[in-house]
């Protein structure tokens, strides 16, 4: 997403009041890495609750989202080895419009954050458009480029990379609810150096769009 993309979306959010106390940190499970084929399969999501003077935040682990959406086509052996969920759990999961009205009313006003948030959003937004006839609102944020700017001197590219070197732990890799604690995690790791260049949701969604340009040498 290039810097005027990610601009022009915080834009159109702007109709949205942005709730500035509390974020949503998600991630999903799909049948592939393709967002313009693949299908979303579960999402796991957690609340991030910011104190007024944008000091240290909390995840609110029983403010908290997930579930499997129903699916008549199934992933492939090699697909399910690395998320986990079986046919039996993808033919028992929930009515996909059900499950997304659900995730619209829990989310709110939140924002929305992810490590590579542009393909989760991407799955999201293609179910939120198929199922239910429009596109969440809600503005997103990319927590890698902001890892990034935060700790220019650590190598690390993926989430994997990142969570070794901060030594946060992972349940059950790859598994979508395991993966939203950990990226949470990242998220109040990174804080303190975040909070020295934003104070408020705006300034972070600012910071971010810039941090896309920092290259990685």
Same mark, same amino acid.
């Given at each position: 997403?290039? #810097?005027?993309?990610? /601009?022009?979306? @915080?834009?159109?959010?702007?109709?949205?009041?942005?709730?500035?106390?509390? @974020? &949503?940190?998600?991630? &999903?499970?799909?049948?592939?890495? $393709?967002?313009?084929?693949?299908?979303?399969?579960?999402?796991?999501?957690?609340?991030?609750?910011?104190?007024e003077d944008f000091s240290s935040p909390i995840?609110?682990? *029983?403010?908290?989202?997930? &579930?499997?959406?129903?699916?008549?086509?199934?992933?492939?052996? $090699?697909?399910? /080895?690395?998320?986990?969920?079986?046919?039996?759990?993808?033919?028992?999961? %929930?009515? +996909?419009?059900?499950?997304? *009205?659900?995730?619209?009313?829990?989310?709110?006003?939140?924002?929305? /954050?992810?490590?590579?948030?542009?393909?989760?959003?991407?799955?999201?937004?293609?179910?939120?458009?198929?199922? /239910?006839?429009?596109?969440? +609102?809600? +503005?997103?944020?990319?927590?890698? +480029?902001?890892? *990034?700017?935060?700790? %220019?001197?650590?190598?690390? *590219?993926? #989430?994997?990379?990142?969570?070794?070197?901060?030594?946060?732990?992972?349940?059950?890799?790859?598994?979508?609810?395991?993966?939203?604690?950990?990226?949470?995690?990242?998220? #109040?790791?990174? @804080?303190?150096?975040?909070?020295?260049?934003?104070?408020?949701?705006? %300034?972070?969604?600012? #910071?971010? =769009?810039?941090?896309? @340009?920092?290259?990685? =040498?």
């Open positions: 997403m290039s #810097l005027l993309g990610t /601009l022009k979306g @915080w834009l159109s959010s702007r109709s949205l009041t942005v709730d500035e106390r509390r @974020w &949503v940190v998600l991630d &999903v499970e799909t049948s592939g890495l $393709d967002p313009y084929r693949d299908r979303l399969l579960a999402i796991a999501a957690v609340a991030i609750h910011l104190p995840i609110h682990v *029983r403010d908290s989202f997930e &579930v499997v959406l129903h699916q008549d086509v199934f992933s492939d052996k $090699d697909n399910i /080895l690395v998320h986990g969920i079986g046919v039996g759990a993808q033919r028992g999961g %929930e009515d +996909p419009a059900e499950s997304l *009205r659900a995730f619209e009313s829990w989310i709110g006003n939140a924002p929305l /954050l992810a490590f590579h948030a542009p393909f989760d959003e991407a799955m999201i937004q293609r179910a939120c458009q198929l199922h /239910l006839g429009k596109k969440l +609102p809600n +503005p997103w944020l990319d927590i890698e +480029p902001l890892a *990034r700017i935060t700790h %220019e001197q650590v190598k690390a *590219r993926s #989430l994997d990379e990142w969570m070794s070197h901060f030594g946060i732990e992972c349940a059950v890799r790859h598994q979508a609810a395991a993966d939203t604690f950990a990226t949470a995690e990242l998220l #109040l790791q990174i @804080w303190p150096g975040l909070r020295s260049q934003a104070h408020n949701w705006r %300034e972070m969604a600012t #910071l971010a =769009a810039n941090a896309r @340009w920092i290259s990685r =040498a």
